[in-house]
């Protein structure tokens, strides 16, 4: 999978308060996203299953960002506030390991499967499907 630099090509330290800043509303917006997806798929599916769906998707979407922040420069200075801020708080693994807790063992062990197989699969289909294009 593509690497992404956590800071732009070219920043210096002056540029980190800046990045900071990015990551910090980036989270923000991406935890208030989290819980409205887990709301709106609380009605079909029980927390847990919720939360892998919201993971594995977020894990395409960074994929996709990963993918055109390293291909466009321009693209690139939005990375600490769309990877690590915005799909980070969006994902949720620290979470998901606390819903494992009320799950059966084999819930629980089928969760952990699925969670740890599919996000990296998803974050990798992310990028191809964005270099691929290109």
């Given at each position: 999978?593509?690497?992404?630099?956590?800071?732009?090509?070219?920043?210096t330290d002056r540029g980190r308060p800046r990045a900071y800043a990015l990551v910090?509303?980036?989270?923000?917006?991406?935890?208030?996203?989290?819980?409205?997806?887990?709301?709106?798929?609380?009605?079909?599916?029980?927390?847990?299953?919720?939360?892998?769906?919201?993971?594995?998707?977020?894990?395409?979407?960074?994929?996709?960002?990963?993918?055109?922040?390293?291909?466009?420069?321009?693209?690139a200075q939005w990375w600490p506030l769309l990877g690590p801020g915005l799909l980070?708080?969006?994902?949720?693994?620290?979470?998901?390991?606390?819903?494992?807790?009320?799950?059966?063992?084999?819930?629980?062990?089928?969760?952990?499967?699925?969670?740890?197989?599919?996000?990296?699969?998803?974050?990798?289909?992310?990028?191809?499907?964005?270099?691929?294009?290109?």
């Amino acid at each position: 999978m593509t690497t992404c630099t956590p800071s732009p090509a070219g920043e210096t330290d002056r540029g980190r308060p800046r990045a900071y800043a990015l990551v910090a509303a980036g989270s923000a917006l991406g935890a208030v996203l989290r819980v409205l997806a887990g709301w709106s798929l609380g009605s079909l599916l029980d927390d847990a299953w919720s939360t892998v769906i919201v993971n594995v998707a977020g894990c395409f979407a960074i994929g996709v960002v990963a993918g055109l922040a390293a291909r466009r420069p321009a693209m690139a200075q939005w990375w600490p506030l769309l990877g690590p801020g915005l799909l980070g708080g969006f994902t949720t693994f620290s979470a998901f390991v606390v819903l494992l807790d009320g799950a059966s063992e084999l819930e629980a062990a089928l969760l952990a499967v699925v969670t740890l197989g599919l996000c990296p699969l998803a974050a990798w289909l992310g990028e191809k499907a964005v270099t691929r294009a290109n």
